[in-house]
């Protein structure tokens, strides 16, 4: 069945780890997304993708980093872990450039201690 | 670039009550409009859509309406029941490369 898929989907690390949230879709899509949401909150874009070897920024500064490798597989990689970073990560995925339904994966919630 | 402001932020409604939620947004370029349904704990997921080309949508108790000279489009969910308590989002996505801008939620309280 297409969807997408996150891993892990609970994560409790220290400060100053490295970590890197894996998000995959069979969906087809060109387009990926990443967001931060606190609980029931607004969702921040923090990257983008619209397809193999393309990343850009959001509208959220953060010390993350992205890549695009394959269609596919879109992680989100923090190099040093802080606790301003514990947050809800979802993973998204579209149609480009058609104006289509965005899909979302199921997050990723991080703490960071 | 876009800009799309939603309101209000939290509703509360008694059961049966209609429920409305709006949104405005600032480029004319815009011509797809989603909304997506939150439950807690849950990821988001499109309710109803409506493309610019069209002035209203209805899908059983849910519509959703836009006007394109004012820049504003609202959901409606009539004859609300508890398990429409959830958090709402309006987006509006640009003409080109699907770009989507999100408002910043309500967070709807069906009261049994």
């Known amino acids: 069945e297409a969807d997408i898929y996150q891993t892990p989907r609970y994560l409790v690390i220290g400060t100053g780890k490295k970590i890197t949230l894996e998000c995959s879709q069979t969906m087809g899509h060109d387009k990926m997304y990443w967001y931060q949401q606190d609980p029931g909150m607004e969702l921040h874009l923090i990257h983008y993708s619209y397809g193999v070897n393309s990343t850009e920024k959001g509208d959220l500064s953060s010390e993350s980093t992205v890549s695009r490798i394959r269609t596919e597989h879109f992680p989100l990689t923090l190099e040093s872990a802080r606790p301003s970073h514990t947050s809800q990560y979802l993973c998204a995925s579209s149609e480009w450039p058609a104006s289509r339904e965005q899909f979302f994966g199921p997050g990723t919630r991080l703490t960071v201690l | 670039g876009e800009n799309v402001e939603q309101h209000p932020s939290t509703l509360s409604v008694q059961e049966g009550d209609s429920a409305v939620i709006k949104c405005t947004y600032s480029d004319s370029a815009s011509n797809y409009f989603p909304w997506y349904k939150q439950e807690l704990g849950k990821r988001p997921q499109l309710i109803i859509d409506i493309r610019s080309n069209v002035g209203e949508k209805k899908d059983q108790r849910i519509a959703v309406t836009l006007n394109k000279t004012a820049k504003h489009f609202s959901l409606h969910i009539t004859e609300t029941q508890p398990e429409d308590s959830a958090v709402y989002f309006c987006?509006?996505?640009?003409?080109?490369?699907?770009?989507?801008?999100f408002g910043t939620g309500t967070s709807l309280t069906v009261i049994p």
């Open positions: 987006a509006a996505v640009s003409n080109t490369g699907n770009q989507f801008y």
